[in-house]
């Protein structure tokens, strides 16, 4: 878990506002220095995601900032919206541009959004 230190009493208590925007806000086609940034655990991610994101599961991301496109901005998305938003407010507080995807791929997948997976004859899937 991704933990800011201080961080987590303002979330106990709804106080903690994180730029976020609708699945249908996200172009289809992201314009270069925009980055789609999934932060699901391996299994989710092998399922079905996003083609053209970039993986990084939010236990691994603080070990992993130097895998961040320097000079992107981000939008981070997650399941369905709760670990991506803590993702999102971590990278904003520590100097990178990211806004949270509302709803997930929960909400990518039922607005008709396309998906890939990486399991062998399965049909991707949000799981």
């Known amino acids: 878990m991704l933990l800011i230190p201080g961080s987590w009493r303002p979330w106990q208590h709804g106080r903690v506002t994180v730029p976020s925007v609708e699945v249908s806000e996200v172009p289809a086609?992201?314009?270069?220095?925009?980055?789609?940034?999934?932060?699901r655990e391996a299994d989710e991610w092998a399922a079905?995601?996003?083609?053209?994101?970039?993986?990084?599961?939010?236990?691994?991301?603080?070990?992993r900032l130097d895998a961040l496109p320097a000079?992107?901005?981000?939008?981070?998305?997650?399941?369905?919206?709760?670990?991506?938003?803590?993702v999102t407010q971590?990278?904003?507080?520590?100097?990178?541009?990211a806004t949270n995807v509302d709803g997930g791929m929960q909400v990518w997948a039922a607005s008709g959004r396309p998906l890939v997976g990486?399991?062998?004859?399965?049909?991707?899937e949000v799981i």
Do not use: T
């Not at 086609?29 to 932060?39: A, R």
């Not at 990486?118 to 991707?124: I, K, L, N, R």
């Open 118 to 124: 990486e399991v062998d004859g399965a049909e991707p």
């Open 90 to 97: 971590y990278l904003n507080a520590n100097g990178w541009e």
């Open 29 to 39: 086609e992201l314009p270069e220095g925009k980055v789609l940034l999934d932060v």
């Open 48 to 63: 079905g995601h996003a083609p053209g994101a970039l993986h990084i599961p939010m236990s691994e991301l603080a070990g």
């Open 71 to 86: 000079d992107s901005e981000f939008y981070v998305v997650c399941r369905a919206g709760g670990r991506s938003a803590r």
